[in-house]
């Protein structure tokens, strides 16, 4: 039995599996550019972010109608399930798909046919969360929020991703404070590919309530001891660092280092389909490179339910 546990960090269009890409492009009449799902997965070798989200961006063009979408959350839901997951808090990027034409109400529609069923079909309790392109401007991001108005009963939070360098989280300030406004969750990631000085102005600037990555606060002592103050959590992603050359190999992922400094860390796959596991494969990952104690596999699943947007009362681990 896998162990029970919650996932903060997962972006549903992260979980496109080549298979499924290739049905919904034939499906749809969409030609993707590689000759079947060998040749895509040549694709999967990453030198950064940015060659990531290349692939990520093209290969999600085959998600148009609310069916796909329902396809797509349900695949990864099954997945999940299947890994322990009680309890998962899910990112889409309504952006990217707005962009191609796909309108708010089909993306966020789509997705809940799967996730409204979650408790019954997988015995997992969802939510999702919004976020914004932090490499498109600070005006789409409050078009997107406004987009998003009508259908806040089905989005819990907003976060932000993509390219960080450059897009630092001062640029999207008043976007999160309408957020805040509109009694929504706030996340944002920072200290992936970016400084830590990043993470500080998340806090700051945007009040997030968690950090997605956050790898790099191991550079500034100070924010690390802010950080274990404050017991903010941080979204880990491990295999996902590795892929995307944020640490060279796993055995110096800073993850062990983190949890003996008092950080309230967790552990999540990011985008499973790309990145060579989904989250339980994560967990066995860290624990044979790293070497991690019974005890500190179950601090890491213990934190995921913590540092969730879960009441106490709506907890599935004991059901
Ligand atoms: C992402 Cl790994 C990662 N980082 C930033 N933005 C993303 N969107 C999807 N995966
Ligand atoms: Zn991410």
Same mark, same amino acid.
């Given at each position: 039995m896998p162990l029970p546990k919650a996932e903060l960090h997962l972006h549903i269009e992260g979980t496109l599996e080549p298979e499924l890409a290739f049905r919904l492009a034939a499906r749809n009449g969409v030609v993707l550019p590689y000759a079947d799902t060998e040749a895509l997965r040549e694709?999967?070798?990453?030198?950064d972010l940015q060659s990531f989200l290349n692939l990520y961006y093209e290969l999600m063009t085959v998600l148009r109608t609310e069916q796909d979408f329902e396809d797509l959350a349900n695949a990864y839901l099954a997945r999940a399930a299947a890994q322990g997951v009680r309890h998962a808090e899910i990112f889409f990027d309504p952006q990217a798909h707005i962009a191609r034409g796909v309108p708010m109400r089909t993306i966020v529609e789509g997705l809940w046919r799967a996730l409204g069923r979650s408790t019954e079909n997988h015995g997992m309790s969802t939510r999702l969360i919004m976020c914004f392109?932090?490499?498109?401007s600070a005006d789409s991001a409050l078009e997107t929020l406004e987009a998003a108005r009508p259908h806040l009963d089905r989005i819990i939070g907003v976060g932000l991703d993509s390219a960080?360098? %450059?897009?630092?989280?001062a640029k999207f300030r008043e976007v999160y404070e309408m957020a805040a406004d509109l009694g929504l969750r706030r996340v944002a990631h920072a200290g992936e590919e970016g400084p830590p000085a990043y993470i500080t102005e998340a806090l700051d600037?945007? %009040?997030?309530e968690r950090v997605d990555h %956050?790898?790099?606060?191991?550079?500034d002592p100070d924010l690390v001891a802010r950080l274990v103050r404050e017991r903010i959590p941080l979204t880990l992603c491990p295999l996902s660092n590795v892929r995307l050359r944020a640490v060279d190999v796993l055995a110096e992922h800073p993850l062990r280092a983190m949890l003996e400094a008092g950080l309230l860390c967790t552990v999540n796959s990011d985008d499973p389909a790309y990145f060579g596991g989904y989250v339980a494969d994560n967990y066995h990952a860290v624990r044979d490179a790293l070497g991690l104690t019974k005890e500190q596999m179950r601090e890491l699943a213990r934190n995921s339910f913590r540092a969730s947007f879960l009441e106490d009362d709506e907890d599935l681990r004991s059901r």
């Open positions: 694709a999967y070798l990453f030198k392109l932090r490499d498109e960080e360098v %450059g897009h630092p989280p600037l945007l %009040g997030v %956050g790898l790099r606060c191991m550079e």
